[in-house]
């Protein structure tokens, strides 16, 4: 992995003067337009943070702001009001301090009056990243709000303040690399998003608690499911169609049984595969990543890290120690002969 991936890239914008065209640039494939509502000097000052596959856009502004247009085509928006003087509304919804918002692909902007001195933060990260962690993810050009003070939106919003540098004091400030591993900020960004939108009170998972019998039968048949597909992708909506049930009752009750996602268990269990195969693979009859590709790893710097979290070593040391205890044995299997 390069360092864009091993490390947070931070770069910053202050604007000593409206510029809907600065604006609309700053936010990595959005198209918004702006429109400057209240009178007076305008200050703005924007940041944004790349690590992982995600992005991580922030501002603030001193006047009052009406903003249209369209999300990014290839991401969902996760967006949340790290603070506010007042109440804005977006798509018709009130938008307050400590509230979230979930836009699907190519999601649209009507118009928005963004409030002077409010700071928003918005997300941008791949589907199937807040799919393993059990987010309810909205369908392309949908929109889902949470609404509601708990003690995990105000963590998400402390989360945030850590990650949120004061304003620079200069026009534009050049990237940086910061300290840290962005693969990891990614994922405690989404597990962050995860506990507070979960702890919405419309949105409690345990209403979702099915009766004993179905909730054994459900976890049962979710196992099985996910043990003859270790080769190939699984989505979860078919998977919920399959058992005959809904994804939120399956998120709720895997949630509750194994303290991890549907998408977490499988990936889980892709990896215990992955292990077993460095195990009792013939030492260079394939290489770790094609090994890791067999069952669904694409991203070699991304599995890597699961991999050490997992099981607390390297891929290479896992298959070193497999070739050192197959010396002497005649059965030798290898990983794509695996079921």
């Known amino acids: 992995m390069g360092d864009s991936l091993n490390r947070a890239q931070i770069s910053t914008l202050a604007l000593t003067t409206f510029s809907s065209e600065e604006l609309r640039e700053a936010v990595r494939g959005s198209d918004f337009e702006h429109v400057q509502l ?30 249209t247009g369209t999300f990014p085509a290839d991401r969902i928006t996760l967006g949340y009001i790290l603070s506010a003087g007042a109440a804005g509304y977006f798509n018709g919804m009130r938008l307050a301090a400590h509230d979230i918002i979930v836009i699907g692909e190519s999601g649209a902007m009507e118009p928005y009056r963004l409030p002077a001195d409010t700071q928003w933060i918005a997300l941008q990260t791949r589907r199937d990243f807040l799919e393993r962690e059990g987010i309810p993810v909205p369908a392309p050009t949908r929109i889902m709000r949470y609404s509601g003070l708990s003690r995990a939106t105000l963590r998400l919003g402390q989360y945030f303040k850590l990650l949120v540098t ?22 405690q960004l ?35 499911i996910v043990a003859q597909n270790l080769l190939s992708e699984l989505r979860i909506g078919e998977v919920c169609a399959q058992i005959g049930t809904s994804q939120r009752t399956l998120e709720y009750l895997v949630k509750d049984y194994y303290g991890m996602s549907p998408l ?52 290479s040391n896992t298959h070193k120690t497999g070739i050192g205890a197959a010396e002497g044995h005649d059965h030798i299997v290898t990983a794509s002969g695996m079921r």
């Open 264 to 315: 977490r268990y499988m990936t889980v269990h892709r990896l215990n595969a992955v292990h077993h195969a460095l195990l009792h693979t013939v030492a260079d009859s394939e290489s770790i990543a094609a090994i890791a590709g067999h069952f669904g790893f694409k991203h070699p710097g991304r599995f890597a890290q699961y991999y050490r979290k997992q099981f607390g070593e390297s891929p």
């Open 190 to 224: 989404i597990a962050a998003y995860r506990r507070a939108i979960d702890a919405v009170e419309n949105n409690d998972p345990r209403k979702h608690r099915p009766h004993r019998q179905d909730g054994i039968r459900i976890l049962r048949e979710f196992g099985e």
């Open 166 to 187: 004061p304003p620079p004091r200069s026009l534009s400030g050049p990237a940086l690399l910061i300290p840290g591993d962005g693969l990891m900020l990614e994922e």
């Open 38 to 67: 209240t009178g007076g000097p305008f200050r703005g000052h924007l940041q944004q943070l790349r690590f992982g596959d995600s992005v991580l856009d922030t501002g603030i502004y001193s006047q009052d702001l009406l903003a």
